[in-house]
C-alpha cells in the first residue's frame, strides 16, 4: 500500500521560514519524480517545485530564490525549504511522486504565514 504523508506546517510571521517534509512508503521512492503543490483558498493548486529522480530541481517563478527542494533516498524523503515567506504563501502544501502514469498524493498539510 502506498502511503504519502507531508508534515512541517503551521503558523510562521512573514519573513520566516519552515520546512515540509513528505515520507512516502510503499514504492521504488528513487525512481519517482517529486513534487510540492499547493492551494490557496478559492484558488486552483498550482506547482511549487518539483525534483527529478536525478535530482534536478524546478521552481515556479513566484519561490525562485526562495524555495528549496531536495530529497533524500535513503529515507524516502522529499523536502521543501522555504525562507522568507510571505503571506501569499499561505496555502495547503501537497507532495506528489510521479512515475510515468502512476501518480500518488498526500493530504497535504497548511502553511499560514501572518503577523
Known amino acids: 500500500q502506498v502511503q504519502v504523508v507531508e508534515s512541517g506546517g503551521g503558523l510562521v510571521q512573514p519573513g520566516g521560514s519552515l520546512r515540509l517534509s513528505c515520507a512516502a512508503s510503499?514504492?521504488?521512492?528513487?525512481?519517482?519524480?517529486l513534487g510540492w503543490y499547493r492551494q490557496a483558498p478559492g484558488k486552483q493548486r498550482e506547482l511549487v517545485a518539483t525534483?527529478?529522480?536525478?535530482?534536478?530541481?524546478n521552481y515556479a517563478d513566484s519561490v525562485k530564490g526562495r524555495f528549496t527542494i531536495s530529497r533524500d533516498n535513503s529515507k524516502n524523503t522529499v523536502y521543501l525549504q522555504m525562507n522568507t515567506l510571505k503571506p501569499e504563501d499561505t496555502a495547503v502544501y501537497y507532495c506528489?511522486?510521479?512515475?510515468?502514469?502512476?501518480?500518488?498524493w498526500g493530504q497535504g498539510t497548511q502553511v499560514t504565514v501572518s503577523s
Open positions: 510503499g514504492i521504488i521512492f528513487s525512481l519517482y519524480a
Open positions: 506528489s511522486a510521479q512515475w510515468g502514469s502512476l501518480s500518488h
Open positions: 525534483i527529478t529522480s536525478g535530482g534536478s530541481g
